[in-house]
């Protein structure tokens, strides 16, 4: 946790920050980036892709535990 964070927990200017986000989203002026969401089974291939230089395709892996 930042010092910034402890220090603002309970502050009017973190609250804004996180509706100044929040509105973001909704107005679709700030986007998750691409992903490709990979069953756990098949990590060993969404690590090689992630950790290719050569492949650089500009998308996110996200792990699904939830499948094995």
Do not use: C, H
């Not at 964070?5 to 909704?26: G, P, V």
């Not at 756990?40 to 395709?57: H, N, P």
């Amino acid at each position: 946790m930042t010092t910034w964070t402890k220090t603002n927990m309970n502050s009017q200017e973190r609250l804004d920050m996180f509706k100044n986000l929040a509105n973001f989203f909704i107005d679709k002026k700030l986007q998750p980036p691409s992903y490709k969401l990979v069953p756990f089974r098949e990590y060993q291939e969404a690590i090689a892709k992630a950790l290719s230089f050569d492949g650089r395709t500009g998308v996110k892996y996200i792990l699904d535990l939830t499948e094995s």
